[in-house]
């Protein structure tokens, strides 16, 4: 899973895998880094109301 | 007693009414844990797993739900994706039922792998040359997403929405769903066409394996395919049961004809691609490895032509012919009757592609190695379902799931239900 792993190899198949997955799982983070922070942001400047 | 929970204009039962019917879905619940415990207490021989059938009933129910469950991201792709914006109506409930299905998913593989303490393993020492492993790590990752569809939805839930935080996180995830979404459609169709490939690379298995594209057999293409097909029909089969059971219009003609339609053009595409895959892998595939069609449906008790003719022609393109024509579509009784048939082909395709498989001879001296799941098996496989239930009733009570809901019941008086 990371390169520290003892099994871990520097081959195409990790780098498929494991770049697939933490790319997808990157995303996801950052996405909801983005909208807890703009979220927190948005509460301390808060204009009374939001629209969704 | 709840009532400040429950969104403003909307009629919901009583809280007793409601409760007792939870405690009646929990009594099912609890049968499924206490075979569950079984199951991690004394181990595997709980099943009746054996040589043959290393994959079993849990393994049907885990393919058959995730390919039910692909509702979910096919229609967050055609609404986030491709800007369909009627499927505003149905997307929270699509996702809610991706969210139980995926779930269920996860859970059922947490019993079927005998050691659910070592259930990290998968990651921390991935095999990245098996597809189950993409399989692994698509799905908890497509989880993720999907737990983040949901989370906005809570979010808008009337007092939840009352703190200020809350309102901006929802306010903002909408604002980035088209991320996610497209994630999730990512993700989605690595691990629907995963669960497929499995199947079709088993060169020991003839009546599975496949050709294919580079090293995806076709078996990979047609998961992902007849997921996005069927799942919307199974999104609209439980909206379905939600107004029956509610008395209420959930959802409105317009958009259920509109997913109805999309769902039936992709069901006769697939339908035809899965003919052309089936008549090649009998004509040309099968022969080249020394077996003939009738080997894989005759000389049993269950399996015969029957189970072919039922999912493709019964199940796939009556269905399909169905949904396609606005006249027979936009017929209330015979579009249950083609979504209903459309669920219980794409249940069979996966039951077909797990135990058929390892029903069918493949030595000389093999015979038909038939199958009936233990009571351990079936209580842990009927428990997602009564979580399910469980988990659409508090969100329908609780949440605005779904946006048409005052508009379509606002005529007549608004009435009793759960």
């Given at each position: 899973?990371?390169?520290?792993?003892?099994?871990?190899?520097w081959?195409?198949?990790?780098?498929?895998f494991?770049?697939?997955?933490?790319?997808?799982?990157?995303?996801?983070?950052a996405?909801?880094?983005?909208?807890?922070?703009?979220?927190?942001?948005?509460?301390?400047?808060?204009?009374?109301?939001?629209?969704? | 007693?709840?009532?400040?929970?429950?969104?403003?204009?909307?009629?919901?039962?009583?809280?007793?009414?409601?409760?007792?019917?939870?405690?009646?879905?929990?009594?099912?619940?609890?049968?499924?844990?206490?075979?569950?415990?079984?199951?991690?207490?004394?181990?595997?021989?709980?099943?009746?797993?054996?040589?043959?059938?290393?994959?079993?009933?849990?393994?049907?129910?885990?393919?058959?739900i995730?390919?039910?469950?692909?509702?979910?991201?096919?229609?967050?792709?055609?609404?986030?994706?491709?800007?369909?914006?009627?499927?505003?109506?149905?997307?929270?409930?699509?996702?809610?039922i991706?969210?139980?299905?995926?779930?269920?998913?996860?859970?059922?593989?947490?019993?079927?792998?005998?050691?659910?303490l070592?259930g990290?393993?998968?990651?921390?020492?991935?095999?990245?040359?098996s597809?189950?492993?993409?399989?692994?790590?698509?799905?908890?990752?497509?989880?993720?997403?999907?737990?983040?569809?949901?989370?906005?939805?809570?979010?808008?839930n009337?007092?939840?929405?009352?703190?200020?935080?809350?309102?901006?996180?929802?306010?903002?995830?909408?604002?980035?769903?088209?991320?996610?979404?497209?994630?999730?459609?990512?993700?989605?169709?690595?691990?629907?066409?995963?669960?497929?490939?499995?199947?079709?690379?088993m060169?020991?298995?003839?009546?599975?394996?496949?050709?294919?594209?580079?090293?995806?057999?076709?078996?990979?293409?047609?998961?992902?395919?007849?997921?996005?097909?069927?799942?919307?029909?199974?999104?609209?089969?439980?909206?379905?049961?939600?107004?029956?059971?509610?008395?209420?219009?959930?959802?409105?003609?317009?958009?259920?004809h509109?997913?109805?339609?999309?769902?039936?053009?992709?069901?006769?595409?697939?339908?035809?691609?899965?003919?052309?895959?089936?008549?090649?892998?009998?004509?040309?595939?099968?022969?080249?490895?020394g077996?003939?069609?009738?080997?894989?449906?005759?000389?049993?008790?269950?399996?015969?032509?029957?189970?072919?003719?039922t999912?493709?022609?019964?199940?796939?393109?009556?269905?399909?012919?169905?949904?396609?024509?606005?006249?027979?579509?936009?017929?209330?009784?015979?579009?249950?009757?083609?979504?209903?048939?459309?669920?219980?082909?794409?249940?069979?395709?996966?039951?077909?592609?797990?135990?058929?498989?390892?029903?069918?001879?493949?030595?000389?001296?093999?015979?038909?190695?038939?199958?009936?799941?233990?009571?351990?098996?079936?209580?842990?496989?009927?428990?997602?379902i009564?979580?399910?239930?469980?988990?659409?009733?508090?969100?329908?009570?609780?949440?605005?799931?779904?946006?048409?809901?005052k508009?379509?019941?606002?005529?007549?008086?608004?009435?009793?239900?759960?």
């Open positions: 899973m990371f390169p520290f792993s003892f099994e871990w190899a081959d195409i198949g990790h780098a498929v494991f770049g697939g997955f933490w790319f997808a799982i990157s995303i996801l983070g996405g909801m880094t983005f909208c807890i922070l703009k979220a927190a942001y948005d509460t301390m400047n808060d204009s009374g109301e939001s629209h969704h | 007693m709840d009532s400040a929970l429950i969104p403003e204009g909307a009629k919901r039962c009583s809280f007793p009414k409601f409760a007792i019917g939870i405690a009646i879905v929990s009594a099912v619940i609890l049968w499924g844990a206490v075979a569950m415990g079984l199951i991690w207490w004394k181990g595997l021989n709980q099943t009746n797993m054996n040589d043959y059938y290393g994959f079993a009933l849990w393994i049907w129910a885990d393919l058959a995730i390919a039910v469950g692909g509702g979910a991201f096919f229609t967050g792709l055609l609404k986030y994706i491709f800007k369909i914006d009627e499927l505003k109506n149905i997307i929270n409930f699509a996702v809610i991706g969210f139980i299905c995926y779930s269920s998913a996860l859970y059922i593989l947490a019993i079927d792998i005998g050691q659910p070592r990290w393993f998968i990651f921390w020492h991935a095999n990245v040359h597809m189950l492993t993409e399989v692994a790590f698509c799905l908890s990752a497509y989880f993720a997403v999907l737990t983040i569809e949901f989370i906005p939805n809570i979010l808008e009337r007092q939840a929405n009352k703190v200020p935080f809350f309102n901006h996180l929802a306010h903002n995830m909408h604002g980035v769903m088209a991320v996610f979404a497209a994630t999730g459609a990512f993700l989605s169709f690595f691990h629907q066409g995963s669960l497929g490939g499995v199947a079709g690379v060169f020991g298995r003839p009546f599975a394996v496949r050709e294919g594209l580079l090293i995806w057999p076709w078996t990979f293409f047609l998961f992902t395919w007849s997921a996005a097909a069927f799942g919307p029909c199974f999104t609209l089969l439980v909206t379905r049961i939600t107004e029956a059971v509610t008395g209420k219009k959930l959802v409105s003609d317009k958009t259920v509109l997913l109805a339609k999309i769902s039936g053009w992709m069901i006769v595409t697939y339908i035809i691609a899965k003919i052309i895959d089936t008549i090649y892998w009998a004509m040309v595939t099968a022969p080249s490895l077996f003939t069609l009738s080997h894989f449906y005759t000389n049993n008790s269950f399996y015969g032509y029957w189970i072919l003719i999912e493709i022609v019964l199940c796939g393109v009556v269905p399909g012919a169905i949904l396609i024509m606005k006249s027979t579509r936009e017929n209330p009784k015979l579009r249950l009757m083609a979504i209903i048939l459309g669920v219980i082909g794409i249940c069979l395709n996966r039951w077909v592609m797990v135990l058929q498989i390892m029903a069918v001879p493949v030595m000389s001296f093999d015979t038909w190695a038939l199958y009936f799941p233990s009571w351990q098996e079936i209580a842990t496989t009927i428990l997602p009564a979580y399910g239930i469980i988990l659409i009733a508090v969100a329908y009570r609780y949440l605005p799931v779904f946006p048409q809901e508009e379509l019941n606002s005529v007549e008086p608004l009435t009793e239900a759960e």
